[in-house]
């Protein structure tokens, strides 16, 4: 069974730093790209970052260019987001997710075919 947990979540004050980790389970992780999105209250789902299956290439939304780092370790059948100088604009529900993708040159950051249970994040002082 395909399973995607994430972690890592928490409260952390503006400018700071949080690392979230996905650990997969249940399918070839490196088959699969995977990516994170997020989801606050009242805001539609929002796509943030994604990493193809060798972790050759990624993509980020335009709100985390810059502050946000993905990686991944298929060894350890994990995904990182490293996310720096957060903002208030940042709290959300993370969730890791991931879709079959053999191409090790793009991903997307609009396919969500297997997600996790998602890690809350807040920005606040």
């Known amino acids: 069974q395909l399973q995607l947990v994430e972690s890592g979540g928490g409260l952390v004050q503006p400018g700071g730093s949080l690392r979230l980790s996905c650990a997969t389970s249940?399918?070839?992780?490196?088959?699969?790209?995977i990516g994170w999105f997020r989801q606050a209250p009242g805001k539609e789902r929002e796509g943030v970052s994604c990493?193809?299956?060798?972790?050759?290439?990624?993509k980020y939304a335009d709100s985390v260019k810059g502050r946000f780092t993905i990686s991944r370790d298929n060894a350890k059948n994990t995904v990182y987001l490293q996310m720096n100088n957060l903002s208030s604009e940042d709290t959300a529900v993370y969730y890791c997710?991931?879709?079959?993708?053999?191409?090790?040159?793009?991903?997307?950051?609009?396919?969500?075919?297997?997600w996790g249970q998602g890690t809350q994040v807040t920005v606040s002082s």
């Open positions: 997710y991931s879709y079959w993708n053999p191409s090790p040159f793009i991903c997307t950051l609009v396919r969500y075919t297997y």
């Open positions: 249940g399918f070839t992780v490196d088959s699969y790209a």
């Open positions: 990493i193809t299956r060798t972790g050759d290439n990624t």
